[in-house]
């Protein structure tokens, strides 16, 4: 599970930093493609986002994670780049 669990965190990362690109970079430029591309971005990373929780919660129980670690791994979902820091930094140990 481990190993899934590194995948969307990186999934999730990456569906952040191309949901602000959307936000940052296309929305001055090209408001009618940034409406279009809104939706499916933003679904998707919900989807990812919560998927990163669930499977957090499933680890935390499954590898006897302390509550600072739990707490760590679920608040860089809110950061950008966080999840990538994340999966280097926590979730390289052996599971």
Request: charged share 15%; aromatic share 20%; glycine share 4%.
């Amino acid at each position: 599970m481990m190993k899934f669990f590194k995948i969307i965190a990186w999934l999730e990362g990456v569906s952040l930093l191309v949901l602000f690109f959307n936000m940052l970079a296309i929305k001055p430029t090209n408001f009618d493609i940034y409406k279009m591309l809104l939706f499916p971005i933003g679904m998707a990373h919900g989807i990812l986002f919560i998927l990163y929780i669930a499977l957090a919660t499933l680890l935390k129980i499954e590898l006897k994670w302390d509550f600072k670690k739990y707490f760590i791994i679920c608040i860089a979902s809110f950061i950008p780049f966080g999840t990538f820091y994340i999966e280097k930094k926590y979730l390289n140990s052996p599971a």
